[in-house]
DNA sequence: TTGAAAGCGCTAACAT
DNA sequence: ATGTTAGCGCTTTCAA
C-alpha cells in the first residue's frame, strides 16, 4: 500500500552494547559497569559511554541481562477474574507499587480453574518471574501450590488459606472479615433483630468462612437464641441471588435483616424485596459486604462493611518487595480492618 | 497444619537442557527438536527425551529462548487504570484470549499522564514484549506514540484515534460511540423531549468527541430548535457530577431528559434528581451510557446504551495476534456496535 | 580502572 | 536424522 518513511526502519534498529562500546572507544564491560553499578568507572568513561549510548539510543535488552542475572524484573499476579471489581482495584493498587519499584505485572485469570492454576505457575515459573502475587479460587489445590512452593519465588497469598507446611505459613494479606461479620451482625442484633439471613455465595474460600464465623459469633456471645441465624449459600449469580432471595422472604418467618455479600446478591435481595413489595429499612433492614456503587447510591443507601482494597493490593506488593529484596524476614502476614459504614438501610425491627 | 514433603528443595534444582540430552543420551540439538518442532526426530530419540526431561521435571527457560528468537511470548497492555469497569472488562477479555494462544499479558496503569505512558512503553520496548494493546489517555502524545511505531512491535488501539502517518491508520478497535448517542438521542427526542442534557466527562478522547457528535446529529436530523441541546462538560467524579447536575435541574428551564456518561455520573444525577424531589422517569427521563449494575438494579431501571467489552478485548487480541502471526494484513481496524436497552426510566415529558 | 573472555540456556545453521 | 557449534546481548570474573 502505501510507503512509510524509511527512517523509521533505522530507529527500529536497535543498538546492542558492542555499537555503544564502539562508540564510547571503550569495552563493553566498561559500558556495562558505567551504565549499571556505576562502579570502578572513570569520569572520562562515563562520559562517554553516556554520550555513545545517547547518540544511539541505546536501550538494554532485558531480555540478556535477564539470563545473566537470573531476574526478570516482573511479578506474576493470578486471580480468578481481574474484571472482578474485587480483584481489579487489589491489582491496580499493587501494580501501582511494584511499577514504583520498577517491577512490571504479568496477569492472569484462572476462572478458578485448578488446571489453568496450575498451567499459570508453570507458566510463570518457566518466564523466572521473579515472584508471584495470589489468589487461589479454592484452598485446595495442591499440586499447584507445590508447584508454587517448588519454584522458589517468593509468593504472597491474597486474602486466602494455602496449605502450607508446619510452621511456615505462607506470607499473606488478609482481610478481617471475620471481625467485620461479626461487627455487623451485633450492630443487627443491637437494633432488636433476632432472625438475621447472611446470604453468601459460600465457604469455599477463606473470606465465605470468616464471615460465616463471624456472624455465629455474634450470635453465640448475645447469648440468644441462635435458630434466627440463617446461613445461606448459593451462587453469586444475580438470578440465583434474587430467587434464593424470594424465597427467603416469603417465608413466615421471614427474616427481619439481610447481610448480603457482594454487588451481585445485594442487587438480587434488593430486587426480590422490592418485588414483595418489602420496604427497606422498615420491613426489612439490609447490610452489604463490600462497600460497592450501588451501596453508596442506592435509595435509601445502604449500610455496607468495607475495607480497602488498595490496601490489599498495596501490602502485598510491599510484602512481596521486602522478600525479593530479602530484607527483613518480619512481618510476613498483614490482617486489615473491616468497617461497618453506617447508612439508612438498618433500623430496629417493626414489632409484629 | 497440612505437612509437605521436604524434597522440595530438590525439585527447585533447575535442570537444563544439556541435563535432558545427557540423560536420554543425545545431543542438545535434539533435545530442542524433539521438545519443539519434532521435526526431524526420530521415535526412539523422541521417547527418550521425553522420558528424561519427564523425569528430570525439565521446564525449558523461556529468557533463554527469547533471546535467540527473539520472542518473548507476552504482550504488554496500558490503560489508564485496569480498576476501572470498563477496562478491568476489556482487559479479562483480552487476557482470555491472548491465553489460549499461549501468551502471557503484562499490564500498566498510566493514570493518564503522559510520562508514565512513555515509561511504560520504553519499559516493553526494553523486555522485547511482542505486541501491545494501548488506550491512550490522551491522543496527543506524539512522542510515546512515536516510540511506539519505532519499536516495531505491532500495536492495537483501544477506542482512541492516536494521529498517525498519511493512509497508515493505527490498527485498533473502535466502538460505535457516535452512533449510540445518536440513536439514544433520537428515541428521546422521538419521545417528545426538547430539552435534553449531554452529562459528559469532556471531549478530550474518542469516545467523549463522538457521543457529542452524535448527540448534535441526532438534533440536527430531526430538524428541531437545537438550542435544547445542552452539553456539559464536567470532570467525572460523583460529587463533581452530583453539583453539576443539580446546578443544571435547577434552571428555570431545565432539561426534561439526561444522558448520563458513566456509573459516576449517573449516580450523581441521580442523587441529585432524589434531591431535588424529581421522579425518575415522571419528571426526568434518564439513559444511562454504560450498561453497569447500576442502571440495571436502579428503581426504576436505566434504560441505557450498552455494548459488550469483552468484545472489544477479543477483538483487539485477535487483531494483535492476526500481526504477530503475520497473517492476513487484512482487516486492521474493527467497528463494534452500541445497543439501546430500553427499560423504565424514560417516558415522554409531561406537558407543561 | 580497564579489557578480554567465559558463559547464562537456548535455537538454528551447518556438517555429518 | 543427528551431533557440533556459533552465537543471541548481557554481566562478571579474571588479568593486566
Redesign the interface.
Known amino acids: 500500500?502505501?510507503i512509510?518513511?524509511l527512517r523509521?526502519a533505522e530507529?527500529?534498529s536497535k543498538a546492542t552494547i558492542r555499537d555503544v562500546a564502539r562508540t564510547a572507544g571503550v569495552s563493553v564491560g566498561s559500558v556495562s559497569r558505567a551504565l549499571n553499578g556505576g562502579k570502578n568507572v572513570s569520569v572520562r568513561v562515563a562520559r562517554d559511554v553516556a554520550a555513545a549510548a545517547e547518540k544511539l539510543g541505546y536501550?538494554?535488552?532485558?531480555?540478556?541481562r535477564?539470563?545473566r542475572t537470573r531476574t526478570?524484573?516482573?511479578v506474576g499476579c493470578l486471580v480468578s477474574?481481574?474484571?472482578?471489581?474485587l480483584y481489579?482495584?487489589i491489582?491496580?493498587?499493587a501494580?501501582?507499587r511494584l511499577?514504583e519499584a520498577g517491577l512490571?505485572?504479568?496477569?492472569?485469570?484462572t476462572a478458578n480453574d485448578p488446571a489453568r492454576e496450575r498451567a499459570m505457575v508453570?507458566?510463570f515459573?518457566?518466564?523466572?518471574l521473579d515472584g508471584m502475587l495470589v489468589a487461589p479460587g479454592s484452598d485446595e489445590n495442591d499440586r499447584a501450590w507445590?508447584e508454587l512452593?517448588?519454584?522458589?519465588a517468593p509468593v504472597v497469598i491474597l486474602d486466602r488459606d494455602v496449605?502450607?507446611?508446619?510452621d511456615r505459613?505462607w506470607p499473606a494479606v488478609l482481610v478481617d472479615h471475620r471481625e467485620g461479620a461479626r461487627t455487623a451482625t451485633r450492630y443487627l442484633i443491637g437494633l432488636g433483630h433476632r432472625r438475621i439471613a447472611l446470604l453468601t455465595p459460600g465457604a469455599r474460600m477463606r473470606p465465605g468462612r470468616e464471615r460465616i464465623a463471624g456472624f455465629k459469633a455474634a450470635f453465640a456471645e448475645a447469648d440468644i437464641d441462635p435458630t434466627g441465624a440463617l446461613v445461606c449459600l448459593q451462587e453469586s449469580s444475580m438470578d440465583f441471588a434474587q430467587g434464593d432471595a424470594l424465597a427467603l422472604l416469603r417465608r413466615s418467618q421471614r427474616p427481619t435483616a439481610i447481610i448480603a455479600l457482594g454487588?451481585?446478591i445485594l442487587?438480587g435481595a434488593?430486587?426480590a424485596a422490592?418485588d414483595l413489595g418489602l420496604s427497606v429499612p422498615r420491613d426489612l433492614s439490609v447490610i452489604s459486604v463490600g462497600d460497592?456503587?450501588?451501596a453508596?447510591?442506592?435509595?435509601p443507601a445502604i449500610t455496607a462493611l468495607r475495607w480497602s482494597l488498595e490496601d490489599v493490593g498495596r501490602a502485598a506488593a510491599e510484602l512481596l518487595l521486602q522478600r525479593l529484596r530479602g530484607t527483613g524476614e518480619g512481618q510476613s502476614r498483614a490482617l486489615l480492618p473491616v468497617d461497618l459504614v453506617l447508612r439508612e438501610s438498618c433500623v430496629p425491627p417493626t414489632a409484629k
Open positions: 500500500m502505501s512509510m518513511p523509521m530507529i527500529v536501550q538494554p535488552d532485558f531480555q540478556a535477564s539470563l526478570t524484573g516482573m477474574d481481574v474484571a472482578n471489581p481489579a482495584s491489582v491496580q493498587a501494580e501501582a511499577r512490571l505485572m504479568v496477569v492472569a485469570n508453570a507458566a515459573r518457566g518466564r523466572r507445590r512452593a517448588a519454584g522458589g496449605p502450607h507446611e508446619e505459613p454487588t451481585r442487587a434488593l430486587r422490592r460497592t456503587d450501588l453508596a447510591v442506592h435509595t
